[in-house]
């Protein structure tokens, strides 16, 4: 499954405004480091200074721009469910629902002419093939 991750992820994620590609042996920006067994595929930068959400094999982590860096990590498996954004043009971020509750995942930019097509309907497409791949288990 992490191929699969990370070809889903690279493939949705790589027209974003704020996604980078991590180079193998790469650190995100505010020092996150992947736990043993985990590879890190790459980073989003929420701007102006938002929180950065660091995409890897086996979980998503959103790292607040505090100098504390609190850490929230949704593991990939414990995706159960997402709900679509309320609006097409103003989204800036996703909830998913994990065993654990509601998380909200920022993704703030938008990407394309004039900016028209928010982040977030690119994470949807990411949610989407990771939620439905579970289901199917």
């Known amino acids: 499954m992490p191929l699969l991750v990370g070809s889903v992820i690279r493939r949705h994620l790589r027209p974003t405004s704020g996604f980078r590609v991590a ?3 790469a650190v995100p920006p505010n020092g996150f480091h992947a736990a043993d067994g985990e590879d890190v595929i790459g980073w989003y930068i929420n701007e102006p200074a938002g929180p950065l ?3 890897t094999t086996i979980a998503i982590h959103v790292v607040s721009d505090a100098k504390d860096a609190k850490v929230e990590t949704t593991p990939l498996d414990d995706l159960l469910d997402y709900e679509l954004p309320a609006s097409k043009r103003s989204a800036e971020g996703v909830f998913v629902r994990t065993p654990s ?3 909200f995942l920022p993704m703030r930019g938008a990407h ?4 028209r097509f928010p982040d977030a309907w690119s994470l949807v497409q990411v949610l989407r093939v990771l939620v439905g791949n ?3 288990r």
């Open 134 to 136: 579970r289901v199917r």
């Open 53 to 55: 959400v660091v995409f």
């Open 112 to 115: 394309g002419v004039d900016g």
């Open 23 to 25: 180079e193998p042996g």
């Open 101 to 103: 509750g509601k998380r």
